[in-house]
């Protein structure tokens, strides 16, 4: 059974960069699509990023597209996603989601295309 565990929320300044991480276990990672999303006070979950299972194909939300990057490494099984140039919009409940796929080049930004989910990191940012 798939489990993650996401790390590395804080609370950051504007401006500052973060590292999240996005640990699985009881599964490899490798064969899994991975998708981050975030939920903000009060708002509705919405997504941030995705990455393939060959993490060639990586789509962004635009609210983050060009400050954030997602990546994945095989050999740790962890996806991460690095946060830069923060502001307090960014400010939500941050959550790594995976789907088991036999397609290498998809990455959906859809949330009921996830089957497992982590249990959040939260990231504040103040201005």
């Known amino acids: 059974q798939m489990q993650l565990v996401e790390s590395g929320g804080g609370l950051m300044q504007s401006g500052e960069s973060l590292r999240l991480s996005c640990v699985a276990s009881?599964?490899?990672?490798?064969?899994?699509?991975v998708g981050w999303f975030r939920q903000a006070p009060g708002k509705e979950r919405e997504a941030v990023s995705s990455v393939s299972i060959g993490g060639d194909i990586i789509t962004y939300a635009d609210s983050v597209k060009g400050r954030f990057t997602a990546s994945r490494d095989k050999v740790k099984n962890t996806v991460y996603l690095d946060l830069n140039s923060l502001k307090p919009e960014d400010t939500a409940v941050y959550y790594c989601?995976?789907?088991?796929?036999?397609?290498?080049?998809?990455?959906?930004?859809?949330?009921?295309?996830?089957?497992?989910w982590g249990q959040g990191t939260q990231v504040t940012v103040s201005s």
């Open positions: 009881g599964s490899l990672l490798n064969y899994y699509v």
């Open positions: 989601a995976a789907k088991r796929s036999q397609y290498f080049a998809i990455a959906p930004m859809d949330e009921p295309f996830y089957d497992y």
